[in-house]
């Protein structure tokens, strides 16, 4: 009895794996859904379009963005977790809900244990940006202003633990200067109250077509190189300061237990696309590059990250409203 039972899973679960083989053979057999934790028009969703429509053409399969925003990312990042493990829906998320939110707050999701990484879609290349009011040129300048003026300077973010408010506090961290945080809740909104000077500092992509047009002083590149559009601004390493960029990242994931079939498949395609002049002219048109990563660099980076946003969390003391 016993041996007819255990025979009778046995078959259950070799029909089950050549089952799964043989989806992730003929995936994607129908449209993919990419989950974005964020409303529609923000950075994320400018990163994801242009690869759902790359991916589609590479698959003959639509890749439909379905906008999930709420709880800074938290809401969308959960509904793909909890999704089936089939590759038919995946997510497409930058750093901050997996490397910075569960060190802030309780999540639905563990980063780490829920996700199988698929693919990096693209860094952000931006940098601290200052009003011209101040007279403040070059980073040293800035850095010796802000040191007479303790507090004075304020600089604004899309929000308590974002990526640009980590950002600032590593800097403040590494150089010992003070800096007035304020809150917004967008790049949109506070780029409103930078270019008349209200406020005085950003990092944040939307600052940099008024770098350009003369409105704005671009200060640094947080990165490992030098934008070639800004060829004489140099990065926060080669200003001596390490270890104080806070990568923003937007990358694919997969619901845990997707068949490995299917994410080698999606990432070999990935960097194939990505080499690509047309995706990197698309990529760059929003501010970003895309690195060639396999998944296990991809998971690798993101422990890295993690516990270094946890540091400066702790240093800097934030916590949630």
Known sequence: MHRRIFLILASSILAFGAAYDVQAQTWPARPVKLIVPYAPGGATDAVARPWAD??????????????????????????????????????????????????????????IKSFEPIGRAGDVVNGFVIHPSLGVKTFAEFLEYAKKNPGKL?????????????????LKIKTGVDILH????????????????????????????HVKAGKLILLNINGSERRPDFPDVPTLTELGITGA???????????????????????????????????????????????????????????????RNADIIKAANIKME
């Open 54 to 111: 790359k991916l589609g053409q590479a698959f003959g399969q639509q890749f439909v963005v379905e906008n999930r925003g709420g709880a800074s990312g938290m809401i969308g990042v959960e509904a793909a977790a909890k999704s089936p493990p089939d590759g038919y829906t995946l997510l497409f998320t930058p750093s901050a809900p997996l490397s910075v939110l569960p060190h802030l707050r309780k999540t639905p999701y563990d980063p």
């Open 182 to 209: 304020v809150l917004y809740r967008g790049g949109a909104d506070s780029l409103n109250d930078l270019l008349p000077g209200s406020v005085q500092m950003m990092n944040e992509p939307v600052t940099l077509p």
């Open 154 to 170: 304020a600089y604004a973010s899309s929000g308590t633990g974002t990526a640009t408010h980590l950002r600032l506090e590593a």
């Open 245 to 307: 960029d806070v990568p923003i990242w937007f990358s694919f994931f997969a619901p845990a237990g997707v068949p490995k079939e299917i994410i080698r498949t999606l990432n070999a395609k990935m960097i194939e696309i990505a080499k690509t002049e047309e995706m990197k002219a698309a990529l760059w048109a929003v501010n970003a590059v895309a690195p060639l990563q396999t998944p296990e660099e991809m998971a690798k980076d993101l422990e890295i990250d993690s516990t």
